[in-house]
């Protein structure tokens, strides 16, 4: 049996759930509070050394992180692939996943943490502001990367599930796709066609 730690709204929590459904793989939510930090109790510290969501057990094997559990599942349930076949496309696949870990998602916490934690009025707008700039920048680098593409790698890959997981932050937070980047609206649209967009959701 598959456990899935996470807690619902976490985007790395949906990275993992997008590919166990995309996978056809029976999982059992685990969910865990962050807001009551139940992350950081000492049963769940033993499963993931440094409280964070998402975890994974597979029948008593225990992974953590997000892309290591993705790269896990990968190997374990190869079918069907969520990696090109070639060492090209693998590593384009890997590299445009890691720019969505390290250079996007990291300002989409920052909005979330603002209204998450402050009532309407007492938000930093400032703070605000710098981080949707910053994600407004990463869309330059995504329509050139899709040019000539229906995804990131060529092929449906782990790097187009990673930035899946933003999309309903862009609404939520107001965010708008200017009409220029026709590359990613179409590619957004064909990503939150296929089924496993809203299975995920929660
Ligand atoms: N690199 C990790 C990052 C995990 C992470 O930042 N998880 C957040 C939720 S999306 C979390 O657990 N935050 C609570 C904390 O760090 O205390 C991954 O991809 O799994």
Redesign the pocket.
């Known amino acids: 049996m598959i456990k899935l730690y996470q ?1 619902p709204p ?4 949906r ?1 993992v759930r997008i590919v166990l459904i995309e996978k056809g793989l029976d999982f059992q939510r685990v969910n865990l509070d ?1 807001a009551k930090r139940e ?2 109790s000492p049963d769940y510290l033993k499963i993931h050394p ?5 975890a994974l057990d597979d029948d008593g094997f225990i992974v ?4 290591i559990i993705n790269e896990y599942l990968e190997d374990e349930y190869p079918y069907p692939s969520l990696l090109p076949k070639d060492s090209e496309g693998r590593a384009r696949a890997r590299l445009m996943e890691d720019f969505r ?1 390290e250079h996007l998602n990291p300002h989409f ?1 920052t909005v979330y943490r603002e209204f998450r934690s402050k009532p309407e009025g007492q938000r930093d707008q400032k703070v605000i502001d710098q981080a949707k700039a910053e994600i407004i920048k990463c869309f330059d680098r995504i329509e050139s990367e899709l040019e000539g593409k229906e995804y990131l790698a060529g092929s449906f890959s782990l790097a187009d599930i990673a930035f899946m997981t933003n999309f309903d932050l862009l609404e939520r937070f107001q965010i708008p796709v200017d009409p220029k980047y026709k590359n990613m609206r179409a590619w957004m649209e064909r990503l939150k066609a296929r089924p496993s967009y809203a299975e995920s959701a929660s």
């Open positions: 807690f976490s985007t790395n929590s990275k962050l992350h950081k440094f409280g964070q969501v998402p953590y992180d997000s892309t870990d916490t």
